[in-house]
């Protein structure tokens, strides 16, 4: 992989034409050169020169990549030991917030997953190009030697380097092996399925190389079989397994958009259940999508990308829905199902159908209906199931066996690729032992490794393996605090550049409402995930907490768990409560206590970088918030690891 279009030193660059530099620029686009493209990059090397002039000996990369964001940095300048990432917003003439963010998010991300920045100096700095002059900047620093961005105009590059490489600069940094550093980046699922959708290859953005084999490997593997299905006019279905973190979703993203790219006649769709998944995926390929085609000059509308992103991201039920409509085949050819295990069983399916959509003595599980609709298709089709497990929340998953059990009784003509790791009882007479369709690299989050472990112990009601998993997140802080806006300002204080922060609170937090956190108020997912923080809907305002179901599938920066009475502890575990009329009730069904754990288990591992758990103090008047409810909870985490605020 290509980290940089162009690498440079000045020596070099004043024995290379603009012709040179522009043609290596243009020669790393996967796409043809669009005219406003071509003018910035033409400024630009122009400008590079004067800079070349000014500054010491120093090395130039252009168009960096950034693989966790998916974008690239316009320039990044290597001298006196500093790392200084550069954006320039041509013909701009002042510096605005998400332009600011943008460049902050470049040097985080280095910072982070870059191993050979980890220790570096490193300086963002945004370019408003034609600002009438530049701003008076104080340079300030994070604890980690990440400035804060600098606002510069063009003539005022140059100048604010040179100052910084006198006072904060220091012995040479070597730009070859700086660049050739391992890149480690963990992309959230929001800005994987961003840089898939705009062509980048999952190389790029996978945090290991491992992670990327496997990916790949993965990838090919089904993308084979699916040629294979095509040449044999076979209808064939794969199920993927893999260990917790593995990225299953951004295995089936990958397949989803390489099929799209390179066999656009298939109309390959992903599929998912998780509603607020879908929502804020496609609102968030929509505004990408606009500006990216805004940045090059090309002519679009939000409505356009709306529904080039529904069709290419779609909720499982409004397919469903649709194939009630008709008995033709559906467009698509290829299918994938994200949480494939989720899919309803009969009861729950023909309960819905029934009382929502009319259909009287429907009796198919929404597998077996859905391996119908695909097995209307006359020739091939494929279908790609993605199998997770462990943060069940709904009643009426029927689990994998469901898919397999529909198979054998009605769809014995479909050839099944199974890898080994399929928790199973039932064996097909038609399938294939499929190794490859096992991810079997964890890719989550730097910090976060353990993290699913550690929730796990919490969960189990193990403090003393919890306290021990806490101290392996050395990265990952994990505090708790009685004062709501303690919280607050913690997140506040611990969100840089483009960073997310929020509250979080299972859906039967009843009593945290006195707190200011009322769950019944329904958050709008995209608006609450992709909003600017001065957006009062976006998770950043700390206004709106989001429950299990509005987050599962999706991550934040740095969360806030707010902790209610519906789960807490006794002498000899955890209790499990929900809140009915005006007191709590204990819950005496083995499964609805699950999905109460799990719930929890979900909102405690939605943090990538760091959260802070809230337990109230209780009250002494209102008897549904009493202090003995909180009191152990707050003791238990403070034992499993938590640290006080």
Same mark, same amino acid.
Request: a negative charge; one cysteine or more; glycine letters at 6%.
């Given at each position: 992989?290509?980290?940089?279009?162009?690498?440079?030193?000045?020596?070099?660059?004043?024995?290379?034409?603009?012709?040179?530099? &522009?043609?290596?620029?243009?020669?790393? @686009?996967?796409?043809?050169?669009?005219?406003? !493209?071509?003018? +910035?990059?033409?400024?630009?090397?122009?400008?590079?020169?004067? &800079?070349?002039?000014?500054?010491?000996?120093?090395?130039?990369? @252009?168009?960096?990549?950034?693989?966790?964001?998916?974008?690239?940095?316009?320039?990044?300048?290597?001298?006196?030991?500093?790392?200084?990432?550069?954006?320039?917003?041509?013909?701009?003439?002042?510096?605005?917030?998400?332009?600011?963010?943008?460049?902050?998010?470049?040097?985080?991300?280095?910072?982070?997953?870059?191993?050979?920045?980890?220790?570096?100096?490193?300086?963002?700095?945004?370019?408003?190009?034609?600002?009438?002059?530049?701003?008076?900047?104080?340079?300030?620093?994070?604890?980690?030697?990440?400035?804060?961005?600098?606002?510069?105009?063009?003539?005022?590059?140059?100048?604010?380097?040179?100052?910084?490489? #006198?006072?904060?600069?220091?012995?040479?940094?070597?730009?070859?092996?700086?660049? +050739?550093?391992?890149?480690?980046?963990?992309?959230?699922?929001?800005?994987?399925?961003?840089?898939?959708?705009?062509?980048?290859?999952?190389?790029?953005?996978?945090?290991?190389?491992?992670?990327? %084999?496997?990916?790949?490997?993965?990838?090919?593997?089904?993308?084979?079989?699916?040629?294979?299905?095509?040449?044999? #006019? !076979?209808?064939?279905?794969?199920?993927?397994?893999?260990?917790?973190?593995?990225?299953?979703?951004?295995?089936?993203?990958?397949?989803?958009?390489?099929?799209?790219? +390179?066999?656009?006649?298939?109309?390959?769709?992903?599929?998912?259940?998780?509603?607020?998944?879908?929502?804020?995926?496609? %609102?968030?390929?929509?505004?990408?999508?606009?500006?990216?085609?805004?940045?090059?000059?090309?002519?679009?509308?939000?409505?356009?990308?709306?529904?080039?992103?529904?069709?290419?991201?779609?909720?499982?039920?409004?397919?469903?829905?649709?194939?009630?409509?008709?008995?033709?085949?559906?467009?698509?050819?290829?299918?994938?199902?994200?949480?494939?295990?989720?899919?309803?069983?009969? *009861?729950?399916?023909?309960?819905?159908?029934? !009382?929502?959509?009319? !259909?009287?003595?429907?009796?198919?599980?929404?597998?077996?209906?859905?391996?119908?609709?695909?097995?209307?298709? =006359?020739?091939?089709?494929?279908?790609?199931?993605?199998?997770?497990?462990?943060?069940?929340?709904?009643?009426? /998953?029927?689990?994998?066996? /469901?898919?397999?059990?529909?198979?054998?009784?009605?769809?014995?003509?479909?050839?099944?690729?199974?890898?080994?790791?399929?928790?199973?009882?039932?064996?097909?007479?038609?399938?294939?032992?499929?190794?490859?369709?096992?991810?079997?690299?964890?890719?989550?989050?730097?910090? +976060?490794?353990?993290?699913?472990?550690?929730?796990?112990?919490?969960?189990?009601?193990?403090?003393?393996?919890?306290?021990?998993?806490?101290?392996?997140?050395?990265?990952?802080?994990?505090?708790?605090?009685?004062?709501?806006?303690?919280?607050?300002?913690?997140?506040?204080?611990?969100?840089?550049?483009?960073?997310?922060?929020? &509250?979080?609170?299972?859906?039967?937090?009843?009593?945290?409402?006195?707190?200011?956190?009322?769950?019944?108020?329904?958050?709008?997912?995209?608006?609450?995930?992709?909003? *600017?923080?001065?957006?009062?809907?976006?998770?950043?305002?700390?206004?709106?907490?989001?429950? /299990?179901?509005?987050?599962?599938?999706? %991550?934040?920066?740095?969360?806030?768990?707010?902790?209610?009475?519906?789960? #807490?502890?006794?002498?000899?575990?955890?209790?499990?409560?929900?809140?009915?009329?005006?007191?709590?009730?204990?819950?005496?069904?083995?499964?609805?206590?699950?999905?109460?754990?799990?719930?929890?288990?979900?909102?405690?591992?939605?943090?990538?970088?760091?959260?802070?758990?809230?337990?109230?103090?209780?009250?002494?008047?209102?008897?549904?918030?009493?202090?003995?409810?909180? =009191?152990?909870?707050?003791?238990?985490?403070?034992?499993?690891?938590?640290? %006080?605020?």
């Amino acid at each position: 992989m290509k980290r940089a279009y162009v690498s440079i030193d000045t020596r070099s660059l004043a024995q290379t034409s603009d012709a040179e530099v &522009l043609g290596q620029l243009a020669a790393g @686009l996967p796409f043809s050169l669009e005219p406003t !493209q071509r003018a +910035a990059w033409e400024f630009q090397i122009e400008h590079l020169r004067r &800079l070349a002039e000014d500054l010491p000996p120093a090395h130039f990369f @252009l168009e960096f990549l950034i693989p966790r964001m998916g974008r690239r940095a316009d320039l990044i300048i290597i001298l006196a030991g500093l790392v200084f990432v550069i954006e320039y917003k041509v013909g701009a003439r002042s510096s605005d917030r998400s332009s600011l963010d943008q460049v902050y998010g470049y040097g985080l991300d280095l910072k982070h997953f870059h191993e050979t920045s980890h220790g570096a100096t490193i300086v963002p700095i945004l370019v408003a190009t034609h600002a009438d002059a530049t701003e008076q900047n104080e340079l300030r620093w994070d604890e980690d030697s990440l400035a804060r961005p600098l606002r510069v105009n063009a003539d005022g590059l140059a100048p604010a380097i040179n100052f910084t490489c #006198r006072v904060w600069g220091g012995e040479d940094l070597d730009p070859h092996e700086w660049a +050739a550093g391992r890149y480690r980046p963990t992309p959230t699922i929001v800005e994987a399925a961003q840089a898939l959708y705009r062509g980048h290859d999952v190389e790029e953005i996978s945090r290991s190389e491992a992670g990327a %084999e496997n990916l790949t490997h993965t990838a090919d593997y089904v993308a084979q079989a699916i040629e294979e299905a095509k040449r044999s #006019r !076979q209808k064939i279905i794969c199920f993927i397994t893999g260990v917790p973190g593995s990225g299953k979703t951004l295995a089936g993203l990958n397949l989803a958009t390489a099929r799209q790219r +390179a066999h656009s006649d298939e109309h390959a769709v992903f599929l998912s259940g998780n509603g607020p998944l879908v929502e804020v995926l496609r %609102e968030a390929l929509a505004i990408d999508a606009v500006s990216l085609a805004r940045g090059a000059g090309r002519q679009t509308s939000k409505v356009q990308e709306d529904r080039r992103a529904a069709a290419f991201i779609q909720n499982i039920h409004h397919f469903r829905d649709d194939a009630l409509t008709s008995d033709a085949a559906p467009v698509e050819r290829v299918a994938i199902f994200d949480e494939a295990q989720r899919a309803w069983d009969v *009861p729950q399916t023909s309960k819905f159908m029934q !009382q929502k959509k009319g !259909q009287l003595g429907f009796s198919m599980s929404e597998p077996e209906f859905l391996l119908s609709v695909m097995d209307r298709h =006359d020739g091939w089709c494929a279908i790609v199931c993605l199998v997770g497990g462990g943060q069940e929340i709904n009643t009426g /998953e029927a689990g994998i066996s /469901e898919w397999l059990r529909a198979l054998d009784r009605s769809f014995p003509h479909w050839l099944a690729y199974v890898p080994p790791t399929l928790d199973r009882q039932l064996v097909l007479r038609n399938e294939v032992q499929a190794p490859a369709l096992h991810l079997a690299t964890s890719l989550r989050s730097f910090r +976060a490794e353990r993290l699913s472990d550690f929730v796990g112990a919490v969960i189990e009601g193990n403090a003393e393996a919890a306290r021990e998993l806490s101290e392996t997140l050395t990265n990952f802080p994990l505090m708790l605090t009685r004062d709501i806006e303690k919280a607050r300002a913690w997140l506040r204080s611990k969100a840089r550049g483009n960073e997310r922060i929020g &509250l979080l609170a299972s859906s039967n937090a009843a009593r945290l409402k006195p707190h200011g956190i009322f769950t019944k108020a329904k958050i709008e997912p995209a608006k609450w995930f992709l909003a *600017p923080s001065d957006d009062v809907r976006s998770s950043d305002a700390l206004e709106d907490a989001a429950t /299990e179901f509005d987050v599962q599938g999706l %991550e934040l920066d740095w969360t806030c768990v707010c902790w209610d009475a519906n789960f #807490r502890r006794n002498d000899h575990g955890w209790e499990s409560f929900q809140f009915r009329g005006t007191q709590w009730q204990a819950v005496a069904d083995i499964e609805r206590r699950r999905y109460i754990a799990n719930s929890y288990r979900v909102l405690l591992t939605r943090a990538r970088q760091g959260m802070v758990v809230f337990v109230p103090e209780g009250s002494k008047t209102d008897g549904t918030r009493r202090s003995e409810f909180y =009191d152990p909870i707050f003791d238990f985490l403070r034992r499993c690891g938590f640290s %006080e605020l």
